[in-house]
């Protein structure tokens, strides 16, 4: 029996009590029979000084706030405020997802209080419940678009309406709220909207019900996770039946589109709405996660291989298209033309962490850690307060990438609640010990699966320098395996359990150290971080011939401000030279910068007819210094390229 919200006695053995909230992880899958593993809280898992909280204390302290603001400056709170008015003022702003904006933001800020409790952040966020449970409705319909004149709209517009991904949004807000305080004001509006869809959505006779923009799916995983309430998962595997596609009329296209309305197994490959179609995924292995469907399983692994082998980008991003957002087709990978939403990299990042948790294999937590330090690090500014909603791989100084505000704001909330709640992403437990996945200094305060307390402290000079030391700390001498990713980067890597080194460590799989653990033992890890060119698939054919490069689990970039005298678009990488590191000053301080020799054309190629009948050769050496790719456009716009035309590459 699962344990419910409300109960404050033992069910079945596993609910703890009234408390019970504190103990459930960023993903409660401490109950999902199929989790190979399950994420900790994120009280848990502490970042310490070091690359990911200073993201961190940047969201909190600076992105947050500002965030708040201009969401009040565009309407978007006013947009619930106004529905508490007889005069209905001031008239509702923004696109009909604004509701989606402000909950994420809740979400972010409420992951915030378990890393950093706040009372006035706290105090705003029982504000914002107030306000915007005002506007709910007795039926429990929650919506600031489709009240008032739009009213008799409601549910006409499943495709586009949003009514559902907001609600989506709203669920994991008040999840998030109620794992941080005990409260359940906000998840408590959030199930009468649902109980409200249960009441008149289904089978005929009652409505029909689709999500235009899946997100709802995952919520309703994570309120049965939270409540036990069977009927929430079942909602969700309603909507990856597909029986809508006949009540709506829905056409192929929208199947397409959507990545809804036909039943979710008859997927075969991402297409259509990047985030839309990595929701659906991420939605579809927590329904695996908690049923085992064979189906979904074939098809959830069908998909993430289909993007990790031919959709994704070398930074983590997805999405090729920017017309309508969209997938494009198999190794369709433009650079400069690339959309790679931010949503869609986290996306991407989610549907992973939910793979990790069901299988154990490496190889999510991999792509997990390219989206991270690549293309959702690069989403946010080092100052909090600059966003991209595209990220490119390659622009002119000319594309204003980075901006405060976006009349669609679903990237920087998204980021936020991302980067709150970062640690638990750090660390999983089973029944067999503790998983560490990405490495930066955190301390770890939680406990086996057997009940003994366990601190875990991590100190790193990841992602820049590879020596990490680990202090394991169990509560008492007990056996347990510690599993360590060692990254596919890492070729060759040295690890020792106090001071008796580890044969047989392998770069892209779990080290799985089983022992006899007492306090003071100290595991030793050095990361192989040589730099190295990476190549696509010669399949991408935007990247033929060229190569980008990476350090650990960073990808850089060749950026004008560390190249004034360059072209970045107009230079090649020699394969012959060596890639030699030095440490960064100035803003970027503290990263690593990669410098090497580079080849350029003579004389500007704007000046060379378009064909030829030889080949234009850059000859001329030229020193490049490379940049992380996150950093782009950070010290404002410039020039920046990731991948480059590799001369002596053997292509
Ligand atoms: O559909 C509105 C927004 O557009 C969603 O939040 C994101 O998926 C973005 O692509
Ligand atoms: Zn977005």
Request: hydrophobic share 40%.
């Amino acid at each position: 029996m699962r344990c419910v919200v409300l109960c404050a006695v033992l069910l079945g053995g596993v609910c703890a009590g009234q408390d019970a909230w504190r103990e459930q992880g960023l993903l409660h899958l401490a109950q999902s029979p199929h989790a190979r593993m399950h994420p900790v809280p994120v009280r848990a898992a502490r970042l310490e000084a070091g690359f990911w909280k200073a993201r961190q204390d940047v969201t909190i302290e600076r992105s947050l706030p500002t965030l708040l603001e201009l969401l009040e400056q565009h309407g978007v709170v006013d947009n619930f405020r106004r529905l508490a008015r007889a005069d209905r003022q001031p008239p509702r702003r923004g696109p009909l997802y604004t509701d989606s904006d402000l909950y994420k933001w809740m979400e972010a800020a409420a992951w915030s209080l378990q890393v950093r409790p706040d009372a006035k952040l706290e105090a705003k966020l029982d504000e914002l419940t107030d306000i915007i449970l005002a506007a709910q409705e007795p039926s429990g319909y929650l919506n600031t678009w489709f009240v008032d004149e739009r009213a008799p709209l409601r549910w006409q517009q499943q495709t586009s309406g949003h009514e559902l991904y907001c609600l989506g949004h709203l669920l994991q807000a008040g999840i998030a709220y109620y794992r941080s305080t005990g409260k359940r004001k906000l998840l408590d509006g959030g199930i009468r909207f649902v109980e409200y869809l249960l009441r008149d959505f289904g089978p005929a006779p009652k409505q029909p019900l689709l999500t235009g923009h899946p997100e709802l799916e995952l919520a309703l995983a994570e309120l049965y996770r939270t409540s036990g309430d069977r009927r929430y998962l079942d909602l969700a595997a309603y909507l990856f039946s597909g029986v809508e596609r006949e009540r709506l009329k829905l056409r192929e296209r929208d199947l397409v589109y959507l990545f809804s309305g036909k039943p979710f197994p008859e997927r075969t490959q991402l297409e259509g709405h990047a985030v839309r179609a990595l929701y659906a995924s991420t939605g579809a292995a927590d329904y695996v996660l908690e049923t085992g469907d064979a189906a979904f399983r074939r098809t959830v692994l069908r998909l993430w291989e289909d993007l990790a082998f031919r959709k994704v980008y070398v930074t983590g991003g997805a999405g090729a298209r920017a017309a309508g957002e969209t997938f494009g087709d198999a190794y369709e990978l433009p650079n400069q033309q690339a959309y790679s939403e931010s949503c869609a990299a986290i996306a991407g990042m989610i549907f992973s962490q939910r793979m990790l948790h069901l299988t154990g294999e490496a190889r999510y937590a991999e792509l997990m850690e390219r989206a991270l330090y690549n293309g959702i690090c690069s989403g946010m500014s080092s100052s909090g307060t600059l966003y991209c909603y595209r990220n490119p791989l390659a622009a002119p100084a000319s594309d204003r990438i980075r901006n405060p505000w976006y009349d669609t704001t679903c990237c920087p909330p998204n980021l936020q609640r991302t980067f709150t709640a970062l640690g638990a992403y750090f660390f999983s437990t089973s029944r067999e010990g503790i998983w560490v996945h990405f490495y930066d200094n955190a301390a770890l305060e939680w406990k086996l699966e057997s009940g003994t307390p366990l601190r875990l402290k991590v100190k790193t000079g990841m992602p820049w320098h590879g020596e990490t030391e680990i202090a394991v700390e169990p509560g008492k001498a007990e056996e347990f395996t510690v599993f360590l990713r060692i990254p596919g980067w890492s070729l060759s890597t040295k690890a020792e359990v106090n001071g008796e080194g580890i044969s047989n460590v392998k770069p892209g799989e779990y080290l799985a150290i089983r022992r006899r653990w007492r306090a003071g033992d100290r595991v030793r890890i050095v990361f192989d971080l040589t730099p190295r060119r990476v190549f696509a698939n010669p399949r991408v054919s935007e990247d033929y011939g060229k190569a980008a490069l990476q350090r650990g689990p960073i990808v850089y970039c060749l950026e004008k401000h560390d190249n004034p005298d360059v072209d970045v678009f107009e230079v090649a990488l020699d394969g012959g030279a060596p890639l030699e590191t030095e440490a960064a000053t100035g803003a970027l301080a503290g990263a690593v910068l990669l410098k090497t020799q580079g080849l350029a054309y003579e004389g500007p190629l704007g000046r060379r007819p378009l064909y030829e009948f030889q080949p234009a050769v850059p000859a001329r050496r030229v020193p490049l210094v490379f940049v992380p790719y996150f950093a782009f456009h950070d010290r404002g716009p410039a020039d920046f390229t990731v991948w480059l035309p590799c001369r002596g590459c053997g292509f």
